[in-house]
T-cell receptor, first 114, second 111 residues
Framework: DGGITQSPKYLFRKEGQNVTLSCEQN?????MYWYRQDPGQGLRLIYY???????QKGDIAEGYSVSREKKESFPLTVTSAQKNPTAFYLC?????????????FGDGTRLSIL | AQSVTQPDIHITVSEGASLELRCNYS??????LFWYVQSPGQGLQLLLK??????LVQGIKGFEAEFKRSQSSFNLRKPSVHWSDAAEYFC?????????FGKGTHLIIQP
């Protein structure tokens, strides 16, 4: 079955450390997204990519970085510059330019600070 | 700019009772509208979507939603809830590559 795989499910970061969250999809979607979810805040867009080797900042990109070297993969790095990284991170994908087709989501990664 | 308001942060419903979750949106054109459900610690699952045609749309798990352009609303309904419906529900507006989500409604089911 096609879908989105996020790993790991749980991740712990020490102060001053960068960590990378993995997101892989086999839906053949060109567009991929990263969201951050905090209690009562809904989903906030961190970065998105409409096509390989191109990505744009979302609403809360500070302290995060991404790459899009392959269509299937869109890893997110949480850098030491992100002062409050504890959150639930969700990756999604969609068919760009087709507005009625929904975003598909992975099962998320929960990041905590040690 | 597009926006979504879900006025109810929490809703408590007795098992077997009917449910309506409210969603109001702001969008400059004919909207694409979606409802997603999230179980604790999981990703979001699509319940239903609307982009044109019949204003009453059917989704999975017995849910339906009605698009009312005059009220800028897209409320989610279910005639009889089950304990397994307890979850977080999100309304979203826009094309899929430019979605804006509401902050969610937490549904609690009482036995």
């Amino acid at each position: 079955d096609g879908g989105i795989t996020q790993s790991p499910k749980y991740l712990f970061r020490k102060e001053g450390q960068n960590v990378t969250l993995s997101c892989e999809q086999n839906l053949n979607h060109d567009a991929m997204y990263w969201y951050r979810q905090d209690p009562g805040q809904g989903l906030r867009l961190i970065y998105y990519s409409q096509i390989v080797n191109d990505f744009q900042k979302g609403d809360i990109a500070e302290g995060y970085s991404v790459s899009r070297e392959k269509k299937e993969s869109f890893p997110l790095t949480v850098t030491s510059a992100q002062k409050n990284p504890t959150a639930f991170y969700l990756c999604a994908s969609s068919i760009p330019g087709v507005g009625n087709q929904p975003q598909h989501f992975g099962d998320g990664t929960r990041l905590s600070i040690l | 700019a597009q926006s979504v308001t879900q006025p109810d942060i929490h809703i408590t419903v007795s098992e077997g009772a009917s449910l309506e979750l409210r969603c109001n949106y702001s969008y400059g054109a004919t909207p694409y509208l979606f409802w997603y459900v999230q179980s604790p610690g999981q990703g979001l699952q699509l319940l239903l979507k609307y982009f044109s045609g019949d204003t009453l749309v059917q989704g999975i798990k017995g849910f339906e939603a009605e698009f009312k352009r005059s009220q800028s609303s897209f409320n989610l309904r279910k005639p009889s809830v089950h304990w397994s419906d307890a979850a977080e529900y999100f309304c979203a507006v826009g094309p899929a590559d430019g979605l804006t989500f509401g902050k969610g409604t937490h549904l609690i089911i009482q036995p």
